[in-house]
């Protein structure tokens, strides 16, 4: 009996010293499944939509190759000839085949659905209770879609190289260009628009020149600023400078072109999307301030710019705009 009341304090003072770990392991999960919390809602999920993804099918449209697909990263000796002369990089780019147009709509629209259920599903979770196997799922369709981005990519950094070639001047090295081209490229996969049925190479075509253009713009200036004591020099840099990237005639049949795009809308919508890019010569103005001139509220000035600017690029890509401003460039 005395040992009983003896031995009952001991086994008490051994549980109560056992416990104060887990409570510190405890407590330290915890912590970790806020600091988990905080950088997966803060995480910024970008995704072109497509009205696709409301549809029924979506996923089965998302998840389901063309037939005629095949491992988009196979070796193609067609190019080998392409690549001569290049670093291994360079030349490893012309064993890598393209992708066909089916297989590029399928992977473009399989990396923005998985961005657009991750983006679906997130809103749906409270940002205090989320728990770590829901973001985990999240996390793993996000981890996929970056995985696809990857293919697009890879299959198309030889048109980086192509374009790089023509652009190689006293300011920019070939590797120089070809470093931000791919920078240029990447930006490209996530703007590209696959619902409109074009190539993504005549999209990336036209941002990478931009790009290219616009580097080269700057490194004229560089040189007009820092080597005006060599005339030469100075006479081309300043000639370069002043010009334009498109003809007066090229701009005039770009004006007319967006003219008649702005008459094929509905006159709300017209009114809107000149009101709201300042194209009346007026600083452009906000939904809040068209929605009072017009009696209704933000959101339904937004919802009508929304329609009204897929409209507009339905018109630009049965015009072939893009091709035909690649074309000039």
Same mark, same amino acid.
């Given at each position: 009996? #005395? ?5 009952? &304090?001991?086994? !008490? ?7 104060? &770990?887990?409570?510190?392991? !405890? ?37 389901? /190759? &063309? ?6 990263? =196979?070796?193609?000796? %067609?190019?080998? %000839?392409?690549?001569?002369? @290049?670093? /291994? ?9 393209? @992708? $066909? ?11 923005? *659905? ?15 209770? %989320? $728990? ?5 799922? #999240? ?13 697009? #990519? ?14 190689? =001047? ?17 930006? !490209? ?12 190479? $005549? ?63 509905? /006159? ?32 339904? #000035? ?6 009204? @600017? ?17 074309? *000039? @460039?």
């Amino acid at each position: 009996m #005395i040992a009983t009341l003896r031995s009952a &304090p001991r086994r !008490a003072r051994r549980s109560t010293v056992t416990t104060k &770990p887990n409570a510190r392991q !405890a407590e330290r999960a915890r912590a970790e499944l806020r600091e988990h919390r905080e950088r997966f809602f803060a995480r910024a999920i970008d995704y072109i939509p497509c009205r696709e993804f409301l549809k029924k099918d979506a996923a089965a449209l998302a998840t389901t /190759p &063309p037939s005629d697909a095949a491992v988009p990263l =196979d070796r193609d000796a %067609a190019d080998r %000839a392409s690549a001569k002369g @290049l670093s /291994p990089y360079l030349a490893s780019l012309y064993q890598t085949r393209l @992708l $066909t147009k089916n297989e590029e709509q399928y992977y473009f629209r399989r990396m923005n *659905w998985l961005k657009f259920r991750a983006a679906t599903a997130r809103g749906r979770l409270d940002k205090k209770r %989320a $728990t770590r196997r829901q973001m985990e799922e #999240i996390e793993g369709w996000l981890a996929e879609s970056e995985t696809v981005k990857s293919i697009i #990519i890879t299959s198309n950094l030889r048109l980086v190289v192509s374009i790089a070639k023509k652009f190689i =001047d006293a300011s920019n090295s070939f590797e120089e260009l070809v470093s931000d081209g791919n920078v240029a490229l990447m930006r !490209a996969v996530e703007k590209f628009n696959f619902a409109l049925g074009n190539r993504f190479s $005549t999209y990336a075509t036209y941002a990478i020149q931009r790009h290219f253009f616009r580097m080269s713009h700057k490194g004229r200036q560089q040189r007009s600023r820092f080597v005006s004591s060599d005339e030469c020099l100075k006479d081309r840099a300043e000639e370069a400078a002043t010009t334009d990237y498109c003809s007066a005639e090229q701009i005039g049949v770009l004006k007319e072109l967006f003219g008649g795009f702005l008459g094929d809308l509905e /006159p709300r919508e017209r009114q809107i999307v000149v009101a709201r890019f300042g194209f009346d010569g007026k600083p452009p103005r906000t939904f809040r301030e068209l929605g009072s001139a017009m009696g209704v509220c933000k959101e339904r #000035i937004r919802q009508i710019q929304t329609r009204a @600017l897929d409209k507009l690029r339905g018109m630009a890509a049965e015009a072939k705009l893009e091709q035909t401003v690649g074309n *000039w @460039l």
